[in-house]
């Protein structure tokens, strides 16, 4: 098995930055940020001696709540430097999502900025937090969530009491010197947990996935590896930060390599295609869907991309027609497709840039050296011969430390053996290619982001006029799927769509609101009284296409 590299996040940094001081780390044109890795460095330190300053203990979980902005990239590494926890936030959230991941994670401070399209943080931070305004600094926020002492502001509202602006924040790193962070970090561990990152659960609750230093770090060592990254790389970084793909197998596979993070505040395929030509990117990362968007563009062919020659596709199936695009109008001939989940850092297997065109569409690639996964048979769990559906189960040094404070589930998740169970089936062939073919979860991925559909019907069944319901996903041809929701009226009251929409805009994201809606008090079950969801999806996906 190869060496995995126990080193902390901090070290990791310093470590960069003393190969490389004068090579660009961050580049955010958006924002007008240009920085060298010695520069990204001190700001880092900045950060953490601020949040030091703020008291921010080791351990102590820090949500963040912003777009891809800069401040994302220092407080991912600042806070890593003073052992605190990053809990990542997804930027469509709204506030019962967001009361929920700050009660359930323990955090002690959230980091927020104004605005994203339709939605208004600060507002929804207010509606959350309605004492915010005569809160003492420091004190306690709020009677449900207990531990939360600090809201930090990035922006330029005028009118914030209550909270924090962020540059006065780390402003506050003068009063921590250097010596003093120095001892915070000698006494970091790098099995400590860095990272949380909340995946919805088929309960219906989000769980927060601890990731380690030595998770994450080394996943980010392999993805980079098969990417060929070095620091004469470039990668332009469009997908969201608070996911894995961002943080983990972009910024962090930045960062460990050498490698120039050019980063946009959000997905827009016209401005990603303006700055891959304008900052010679020689590597991008995205779903599908971002993929196929840039190729979309009437204006697609006037921009100059040839410095580009690698990247990852993930999230979702690529079409293979779109994988042969990518690879040649894109000039991306070295493109690669990654597999894996939060629990697992998160890549497990990947193609290789030298692999067939058909093994680059048809599978999810290969495991990396050190990572072991199996198929097994769902009902008695043993290993099953090539070729032959089952449950990939996976184990590995990157394998998460557990759900925060959710024991059961944790113990349902990794068996006692160390492995993970992913609740995806697939095969494996003789070469050891993986396919994935179908979730024994009826998880939804609508454009790379997955959709639990527990977590919608518990949601729903808070409205007075709904009996039961049942939400299922059918095919779409641009999102790869979408939501269905199939109501059973309480009592045969009359219901619209129209209010059922209004009921969950502002209170859940975006992209989990259902697309489709049906009403009906025929649910087909099966003869114990089970839900056939299969049917529904038979029976509604024929008028939905």
């Known amino acids: ?211 380690s230093h030595y998770n994450i770090i080394n996943n980010a060592r392999m993805v980079g590896e098969v990417m060929g990254m070095s620091e004469r790389d470039r990668l332009l970084i469009q997908v969201p930060l608070f996911h894995c793909f961002g943080c983990v197998m972009s910024t962090l596979n930045c960062v460990y390599y050498g490698a120039a993070m050019i980063v946009l505040e959000y997905f827009d395929p016209l401005k990603a295609l303006q700055t891959i030509e304008n900052e010679r990117c020689t590597a991008v990362n995205g779903v599908p869907t971002m993929f196929i968007g840039i190729m979309s563009l009437p204006e697609f062919r006037k921009f100059d991309l040839s410095s580009l020659r690698t990247g990852i596709m993930a999230g979702s199936t690529c079409p293979t027609e779109s994988m042969k695009r990518v690879m040649s109008d894109m000039h991306c001939p070295e493109i690669v497709i990654a597999y894996g989940l939060t629990e697992s850092s998160p890549v497990m297997t990947m193609t290789r840039r030298d692999d067939p065109v058909e093994a680059r569409v048809s599978t999810v690639g290969r495991l990396f050296d050190g990572v072991e996964a199996r198929i097994v048979d769902i009902e008695t769990g043993e290993e099953v011969p090539p070729g032959v559906h089952g449950e990939i189960i996976t184990r590995s040094p990157c394998v998460m430390e557990g759900y925060y404070k959710m024991p059961e589930e944790t113990a349902v998740a990794i068996d006692g053996d160390g492995w993970l169970h992913t609740g995806d089936l697939g095969t494996v062939d003789e070469e050891g290619y993986f396919r994935v073919t179908g979730r024994i979860k009826d998880m939804i991925i609508r454009g790379g982001e997955n959709i639990y559909p527990r977590e919608i019907e518990e949601f729903l069944h808070t409205h007075p006029k709904v009996q039961d319901v049942y939400v299922v996903g059918v095919s779409d041809a641009k999102y790869g799927e979408q939501v269905l929701a199939v109501v059973v009226p309480e009592n045969g009251v009359p219901v619209e769509e129209e209010e059922f929409v209004e009921f969950c805009r502002g209170r859940i994201s975006r992209h989990k609101i259902p697309r489709y809606w049906r009403f009906t008090t025929d649910i087909p079950m099966t003869a114990s009284g089970k839900v056939q969801k299969y049917k529904l999806v038979e029976r509604y996906s024929r008028d939905v296409e």
Request: hydrophobic share 35%.
């Open 1 to 211: 098995m190869p060496k995995f590299r126990e080193i902390t996040m901090g070290d990791l940094l310093r470590e960069t930055a003393g190969r490389f001081p004068d090579r660009e780390a961050l580049v955010h044109p958006e924002f007008g940020v240009r920085q060298t890795y010695e520069e990204f460095l001190a700001s880092c330190t900045e950060v953490a001696k601020g949040f030091m300053a703020l008291g921010v203990n080791p351990g102590d979980k820090v949500s963040v709540w912003t777009t891809n902005l800069p401040e994302w990239v220092y407080l991912q590494f600042g806070l890593g430097m003073i052992g605190a926890v990053l809990v990542t936030v997804n930027t469509n959230y709204k506030s019962h999502e967001l009361e929920y991941i700050l009660r359930q994670s323990d955090s002690t401070t959230l980091v927020i900025m104004e605005q994203y399209r339709d939605t208004n943080y600060r507002e929804i931070t207010r509606s959350v937090l309605p004492g915010l305004g005569g809160a003492d600094t420091g004190g306690l926020l709020s009677d449900e969530l207990p531990f939360l002492r600090n809201v930090v502001y990035i922006g330029d509202y005028p009118d914030i009491p209550g909270m924090k602006r962020f540059d006065e924040v780390v402003a506050l790193a003068g009063e921590i010197g250097d010596d003093e962070l120095a001892e915070r970090g000698k006494s970091l561990n790098c099995r400590d947990v860095v990272n949380m990152q909340y995946t919805s659960g088929t309960t219906g609750f989000p769980k927060g996935v601890m990731l």
